[in-house]
């Protein structure tokens, strides 16, 4: 590592937020701060719509602290740079000893340059040129190609320095988490759901997350696979809350009284009331689903009417549209992949009917559930509530 090597974090969305910028690039900022933590010591602080990641020790964990700044959702890109004076002198020698291996392995490169700082003697074309000359001469087998470079050195002049760094990679994107509101998200073993949760924290949503265990039909393995994936999801999201409610009891007396096509409706619509309970109390004002139209018989347009009928708050699926390759795409991209694929049984695979209705009518699934004391069951359910902190 330079010595003093930072990083540059290039604000999305947020920009266009008008009035409420100053809140999102709070946000942001402290959202950026909390996660580069475990990686080490460093001042986070924002400027003209840029984040500054400064390493306060020598100890910082530099590559760490990158993979963990391009999970910040708010973030369009991030660089690794090196600060110098704002002297063209300070910015060659810099560019020269910073960027020497990616010198090595070019064959052309440009200089492209930005002025934060307006009151820079020379415009931006001026101080490309005259870094461009001067790192041509030092590099004479790398030859200037403003069209198509193999590397384009980067040279920002801002308040206090100039950054000298080679192209940035691209962010999260999204918004900050917590500019989103709050919601409660179900998160079963599968591959869907944590995909579905990603999205909504992309978008800036503080997720809770529930799980419905069904011992002993399901196991402690598959719990435990399911706070695995929560703690996998904590690398974009930061620290997760995760419930943990009793099942068993609902799906046994759906299996005792009522009819066996309605199994699996009857029991999402006691996940919704469940879910819905834990959201009220922890003053989140949306749920979330990983359910994706025409996956599964419970996922029919009907067979999701029959669900949305005892949802008092709204239904997020942002997977509504997706298809199973670009879910599946999507997880091995966030990282929860291999451990959905691990092979436990979800409390919905447990008592599946062997003809389950497709095209449900609601009065026949409400008269279907009639047959149970519906807030008797609930009420006990949530007696057996457990949540655990997930941290990154
Ligand atoms: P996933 O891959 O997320 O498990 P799926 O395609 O298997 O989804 P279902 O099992 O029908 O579909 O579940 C639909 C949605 O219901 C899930 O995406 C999830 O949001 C929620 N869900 C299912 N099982 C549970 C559970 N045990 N705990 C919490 N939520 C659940
Ligand atoms: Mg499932």
């Given at each position: 590592m330079r010595q003093n090597e930072m990083f540059l974090l290039k604000l999305g969305?947020?920009?266009?937020?008008?009035?409420n910028r100053r809140s999102f690039e709070d946000r942001l900022v402290a959202n950026a701060a909390r996660r580069l933590k475990p990686c080490g010591s460093f001042q986070v602080y924002i400027r003209q719509s840029t984040i500054y990641a400064e390493p306060v020790t020598e100890t910082c964990d530099m590559e760490a602290a990158y993979a963990a700044a391009r999970q910040v959702f708010g973030v369009v890109s991030v660089a690794r740079a090196a600060p110098c004076e704002k002297s063209i002198e300070a910015i060659v020698e810099t560019a020269r000893d910073y960027l020497a291996d990616a010198f090595a392995s070019a064959r052309s490169f440009k200089v492209e340059s930005k002025r934060a700082d307006k009151n820079y003697p020379m415009n931006s074309i001026q101080l490309s040129q005259a870094v461009g000359g001067e790192l041509a001469e030092a590099f004479p087998h790398v030859k200037v190609d403003?069209?198509?470079?193999?590397l384009t050195v980067h040279v920002e002049i801002r308040e206090k320095h100039a950054y000298v760094h080679a192209p940035a990679v691209p962010g999260a994107g999204g918004l900050p988490v917590g500019m989103g509101g709050h919601a409660v998200s179900l998160l079963s073993g599968g591959l869907d759901s944590p995909v579905s949760s990603w999205m909504m924290a992309r978008r800036g949503v503080e997720l809770e997350m529930v799980h419905f265990v069904s011992p002993p039909y399901t196991s402690q393995q598959a719990q435990d696979k399911v706070l695995e994936l929560a703690r996998l999801l904590t690398a974009w999201c930061g620290r997760l809350r995760v419930h943990i409610v009793p099942f068993t009891e609902i799906q046994e007396e759906i299996r005792k009284n009522c009819p066996e096509e309605y199994f699996t409706l009857i029991m999402r619509r006691f996940m919704m009331r469940l879910a819905q309970a834990v959201a009220r109390r922890a003053g989140a004002r949306a749920l979330v689903t990983g359910e994706s139209l025409g996956q599964v018989a419970s996922q029919t347009m009907m067979a999701l009417a029959a669900t949305d009928d005892v949802a008092e708050m709204p239904v997020l699926r942002p997977l509504i549209g997706m298809d199973k390759v670009e879910i599946i795409r999507m997880s091995r991209e966030i990282g929860t992949y291999d451990t959905s694929i691990l092979p436990y049984e979800d409390c919905c695979t447990v008592f599946t009917p062997r003809h389950p209705a497709t095209r449900p009518k609601l009065e026949d699934v409400r008269a279907a559930e009639a047959r149970l004391d519906v807030e008797a069951l609930v009420a006990k359910s949530l007696e057996g509530e457990e949540w655990v902190w997930v941290k990154p």
């Amino acid at each position: 590592m330079r010595q003093n090597e930072m990083f540059l974090l290039k604000l999305g969305e947020v920009v266009l937020k008008g009035q409420n910028r100053r809140s999102f690039e709070d946000r942001l900022v402290a959202n950026a701060a909390r996660r580069l933590k475990p990686c080490g010591s460093f001042q986070v602080y924002i400027r003209q719509s840029t984040i500054y990641a400064e390493p306060v020790t020598e100890t910082c964990d530099m590559e760490a602290a990158y993979a963990a700044a391009r999970q910040v959702f708010g973030v369009v890109s991030v660089a690794r740079a090196a600060p110098c004076e704002k002297s063209i002198e300070a910015i060659v020698e810099t560019a020269r000893d910073y960027l020497a291996d990616a010198f090595a392995s070019a064959r052309s490169f440009k200089v492209e340059s930005k002025r934060a700082d307006k009151n820079y003697p020379m415009n931006s074309i001026q101080l490309s040129q005259a870094v461009g000359g001067e790192l041509a001469e030092a590099f004479p087998h790398v030859k200037v190609d403003v069209h198509s470079p193999d590397l384009t050195v980067h040279v920002e002049i801002r308040e206090k320095h100039a950054y000298v760094h080679a192209p940035a990679v691209p962010g999260a994107g999204g918004l900050p988490v917590g500019m989103g509101g709050h919601a409660v998200s179900l998160l079963s073993g599968g591959l869907d759901s944590p995909v579905s949760s990603w999205m909504m924290a992309r978008r800036g949503v503080e997720l809770e997350m529930v799980h419905f265990v069904s011992p002993p039909y399901t196991s402690q393995q598959a719990q435990d696979k399911v706070l695995e994936l929560a703690r996998l999801l904590t690398a974009w999201c930061g620290r997760l809350r995760v419930h943990i409610v009793p099942f068993t009891e609902i799906q046994e007396e759906i299996r005792k009284n009522c009819p066996e096509e309605y199994f699996t409706l009857i029991m999402r619509r006691f996940m919704m009331r469940l879910a819905q309970a834990v959201a009220r109390r922890a003053g989140a004002r949306a749920l979330v689903t990983g359910e994706s139209l025409g996956q599964v018989a419970s996922q029919t347009m009907m067979a999701l009417a029959a669900t949305d009928d005892v949802a008092e708050m709204p239904v997020l699926r942002p997977l509504i549209g997706m298809d199973k390759v670009e879910i599946i795409r999507m997880s091995r991209e966030i990282g929860t992949y291999d451990t959905s694929i691990l092979p436990y049984e979800d409390c919905c695979t447990v008592f599946t009917p062997r003809h389950p209705a497709t095209r449900p009518k609601l009065e026949d699934v409400r008269a279907a559930e009639a047959r149970l004391d519906v807030e008797a069951l609930v009420a006990k359910s949530l007696e057996g509530e457990e949540w655990v902190w997930v941290k990154p």
